[in-house]
């Protein structure tokens, strides 16, 4: 019985980033990783299911979520607020991913139940680094990661 893919949803809306945690996870070993959304309340739309994201076959529910705390229209809070009272995803892994290094925004973002909080690092080598880390705390075998 083989394992499912994993669906990550990266939810970041800087286009240097996206592509800097491309080539990240890339060079980490994990290929095709995420699916991108920049605003946050389309992240709530797509794991709601709704709108746009209604057809669940071409907008699957992803099983992991790379969360940005400060996004367009709603915040990496709001939406972890929202996710940990929806059924339908309440138990979805969260690993935030900011430029926020204040103590609050992490206890707040913590008092979520997140699987991770990272600073977003400045080097290649430190974003690959993360990137493995990542992969370590999901439990993201390469292999696996690549299907």
Do not use: C
Not at 16 to 37: E, M, T, W, Y
Not at 78 to 105: C, F, G
Not at 129 to 147: G, H, Y
């Amino acid at each position: 019985m083989s394992i499912p893919a994993p669906r990550i949803l990266l939810a970041e809306d800087d286009p240097n980033d996206i592509v800097f945690l491309h080539k990240a996870f890339q060079k980490a070993g994990i290929s095709k990783p995420f699916r991108v959304i920049a605003d946050g309340q389309d992240v709530i739309t797509y794991l709601a299911g709704a709108g746009e994201f209604a057809d669940r076959e071409g907008h699957p529910l992803p099983t992991h979520l790379l969360l940005d705390l400060k996004l367009p229209r709603r915040s990496g809070l709001e939406i972890l607020d929202w996710i940990r009272k929806d059924s339908r995803v309440v138990t979805l892994p969260v690993i935030v991913l900011t430029s926020s290094s204040q103590a609050q925004d992490r206890a707040k973002a913590e008092s979520f139940g997140i699987s991770g909080y990272f600073v977003k690092p400045v080097t290649q080598a430190e974003l690959v680094d993360m990137a493995k880390r990542i992969a370590t705390l999901w439990n993201l075998p390469p292999a696996q990661a690549r299907a």
